[in-house]
Nanobody, 125 residues
């Protein structure tokens, strides 16, 4: 399985960006997709996740109310709409497949695999 993240770029604070994650291969064997981000000098942080059926959605505390995750199950594609962006949102954003059951209620890197190459989001103040 391969994941391809795209849509990153440079935006001013308060602006918006939409990231896309396209999955190929045996993505249907996974539970869904998650987004993580990693800022320079910091650990990778959970951003959002969604199941292929759309029944499970979760957000990291720092993005709740500003980011919206959605999916197109027919295309095995997932999107991350990011609004009201802040300089602290600057990071490389990665998408990955959920490999553990949602019922575990955990949102750690170990729950995800087949990481994409990442797309850089830079928010200027």
């Amino acid at each position: 399985v391969q994941l391809q993240a795209s849509g990153g770029g440079l935006v001013q604070a308060g602006g918006s960006l939409r990231l896309s994650c396209a999955a190929s291969g045996r993505a249907f064997s996974s539970y869904g997709v998650g987004w993580f981000r990693q800022a320079p000098g910091k650990e990778r942080e959970f951003v959002a996740a969604i199941s292929w059926g759309g029944g499970t959605i979760n957000y990291g505390d720092s993005v709740k109310g500003r980011f919206t995750i959605s999916r197109d199950s027919a295309k095995y594609a997932v999107y991350l709409q990011m609004n009201s962006l802040k300089p602290e949102d600057t990071a490389v954003y990665y998408c990955a497949l959920r490999n553990t059951p949602w019922k575990l209620g955990t949102w750690e890197e170990i729950d995800f695999g087949s990481w994409g190459q990442g797309t850089l989001v830079t928010v200027s103040s």
